[in-house]
């Protein structure tokens, strides 16, 4: 699991992808320390498994199916990618609940300014925007983002400037893509919850919740 706390940010320095079997190496330095074969670090929000560590870099093997839900096969040598190891037991809860499973990707309509902040407007399909609520939170690339509002197929976030120096978000512009990863507690209780009828009283009762 992880928070969406970006620890650093890594380059690719290498990505070959094929039916055979692809893998890509990273180079890093924060998120390295104390990582073994077999640790998970999320690359841009993607969970991927340890299987070499060089010196400064660690290399991972992908699944076709991450290839297909993620902007992975935009990738190249010198991408700028978000690092973040994943949560230890013992750790600070600081971002919000991620698992590194992307549910697809989101176009980048327009990032603005207001104020201080840097916002930017993102458009998804609608199995995915389903999920994103207002206030809610949302990971982008696997950062944690809350949220400020939700209209149609889109929907905006409020960025600060750490996030911004820390991240990759601030290279983002319209038309790019980016990784997004939906609320798991909302899937869960859409699971929980069958129908299109949405969450009414008489479906609490049935499930037992009144």
């Known amino acids: 699991m992880f928070t969406g706390i970006v620890e650093e940010v890594g380059a690719v320095q290498s990505i070959a992808l094929s039916g055979a079997g692809s893998r890509i190496a990273v180079t890093a330095k924060?998120?390295?320390?104390?990582?073994?074969?077999?640790?998970?670090i999320a690359v841009n929000g993607v969970c991927l498994t340890v299987t070499g560590i060089g010196n400064g870099s660690f290399t991972a093997d992908i699944l076709a199916e991450t290839v297909r839900r993620t902007t992975f096969a935009g990738l190249k040598k010198g991408s700028?990618?978000?690092l973040e190891r994943a949560m230890p037991s013992a750790g600070r809860f600081g971002g919000h609940i991620v698992t590194g499973h992307i549910d697809g990707t989101g176009t980048v309509v327009s990032q603005s300014k207001l104020h201080n902040d840097t916002v930017i407007t993102v458009s998804c399909i609608p199995?995915?925007?389903?999920?994103?609520?207002?206030?809610?939170?949302?990971?982008?690339?696997?950062?944690s983002l809350t949220v400020a509002g939700v209209e149609g197929a889109t929907f905006s976030v409020h960025i600060i400037g750490?996030?911004?120096?820390?991240?990759?978000?601030?290279?983002?512009?319209?038309?790019d893509t980016m990784n997004i990863e939906?609320?798991?507690?909302?899937?869960?209780v859409e699971r929980m919850l069958p129908?299109?009828?949405?969450?009414?009283?008489?479906?609490?009762?049935?499930?037992?919740?009144l």
């Open 182 to 188: 939906t609320d798991i507690i909302a899937k869960y």
């Open 162 to 175: 750490h996030t911004l120096d820390n991240t990759t978000i601030a290279e983002r512009r319209g038309g």
């Open 30 to 40: 924060t998120v390295l320390e104390g990582t073994r074969i077999g640790d998970s």
């Open 80 to 82: 700028r990618v978000n």
């Open 127 to 143: 199995r995915l925007v389903r999920h994103i609520v207002e206030k809610g939170s949302v990971a982008l690339d696997g950062v």
């Open 195 to 209: 129908g299109k009828g949405g969450v009414t009283e008489d479906k609490l009762k049935e499930e037992g919740y």
